[in-house]
């Protein structure tokens, strides 16, 4: 379950992406639950690049008193049966999400720890997703997405991360050659037909762990009476 990423920077090469817009926003670096970031999808009859939030529900939307719930990985095999994903995969709310690298937990070592994972020759790739639109309090819409996931038991890559027993999964990285089909599919089969694992070979990880937490500093006695 990919819960984090390394967004492509807007200021970065976009020449693997030249099909979409660049962005005309800012966005964080790294993207986690609820943040906003681009994502690419047909407009009309034009490809656009919008921002939108990571996980299809977001947590503003979760009603009170249900249990906060993680909506940013959507497993393509039971997508249509999840009523947080049917709609937008039944009406072909497709959608690609540029980023540098994904993150994933590898436990060869008996603990977690976080590697970075994406292309062996360093360019930058796009995930397979879905979008929906959500009304906000104030009357506005804003977008949010989920990324689309496959089994990846037999992926020589892939299948190292995740806890030990659990089943392998892994998001899908559609090949640069792939994204206009990817974005003009017509039928359901057609985006089944492109959710494939990418070659290992053409992929590059590393351990890439979290910098350690800084101790919060005290303020010092001095400070405190100022504060009062």
């Known amino acids: 379950m990919c819960t984090s990423y390394e967004a492509n920077p807007n200021d970065a090469r976009w020449d693997v992406f030249s099909l979409f817009p660049r962005p005309e926003f800012d966005y964080k670096p790294e993207i986690y639950k609820d943040y906003f ?8 009859d034009a490809f656009e690049t919008v921002p939108a939030s990571f996980g299809i529900v977001p947590r503003r939307h979760i009603p009170p008193g ?27 709310q497709l959608c690609l999400i540029p980023c540098r690298t994904f993150f994933e ?8 720890v976080r590697w970075k994972i994406g292309m062996a020759n360093g360019d930058s790739l796009a995930i397979a997703g879905l ?80 910098p350690p937490r800084k101790p919060k500093s005290e303020t010092p006695a001095g400070d405190q009476q100022d504060l009062l």
């Not at 970031?37 to 009309?44: K, N, Q």
């Not at 249990?67 to 072909?92: C, H, I, P, Y």
């Not at 937990?105 to 977690?112: I, Q």
């Open 131 to 210: 979008w929906r639109s959500w009304k906000e309090v104030d009357g506005s819409h804003m977008l949010a997405f989920t990324m689309l996931t496959v089994n990846s038991d037999e992926h020589p890559l892939m299948k190292r991360f995740h806890k030990p027993g659990d089943e392998k999964r892994s998001v899908v990285i559609v090949p640069p050659t792939r994204y206009g089909d990817w974005m003009s599919c017509q039928s359901i089969d057609d985006a089944r037909s492109l959710l494939q694992l990418y070659p290992s070979e053409a992929m590059h990880a590393e351990p890439f762990p979290l």
């Open 105 to 112: 937990p590898n436990y060869e070592t008996a603990k977690a």
């Open 37 to 44: 970031a681009p994502i690419f999808r047909r407009g009309g």
């Open 66 to 92: 249900v249990k906060v719930f993680d909506t940013m990985n959507a497993r393509s095999e039971s997508v249509e049966q999840k009523r947080s994903f049917s709609g937008a995969w039944k009406n072909l």
